[in-house]
Nanobody
């Protein structure tokens, strides 16, 4: 089992920045990929970004088109933590953000492990 705890959400004005963190514990060695999802009220869950745990040539990241150029995902394997840096925030970024992890890949519809979610609200 893997336990995930998000932090870093909150209220931010449009144009501002936030960094979300996801701290993992438990059977970390079983994790091969990590990601961030978000879900806004009355909308479907969206895979925002994913990154592989491998830090070698097999490392890969993927960012959703809706946030490309504004959001980046990174990891620190020494801390078993990954991050979502969110810049130039827009009101439409308002959602509950969830970190997730999987033993193989995170997809738009599946991940093995989930955090509890952290609210991000972008409003003036």
């Amino acid at each position: 089992q893997v336990q995930l705890v998000e932090s870093g959400g909150g209220l931010m004005q449009p144009g501002g920045s936030l960094r979300l963190s996801c701290a993992a514990s438990g059977s970390i060695v079983s994790v091969a990929a990590m990601g961030w999802y978000r879900q806004a009220p009355a909308k479907e869950r969206e895979l925002v970004a994913m990154i592989t745990r491998a830090a070698d040539t097999n490392s890969a990241t993927n960012i959703a088109e809706s946030v490309k150029g504004r959001f980046t995902i990174s990891r620190d394997n020494t801390k078993n933590t990954w991050y979502l840096q969110m810049n130039t925030l827009k009101p439409e970024d308002t959602a509950v953000y969830y970190c997730a992890a999987d033993g193989a890949v995170v997809t738009t519809t599946h991940a093995d492990y989930w955090g509890q979610g952290t609210q991000v609200t972008v409003s003036s």
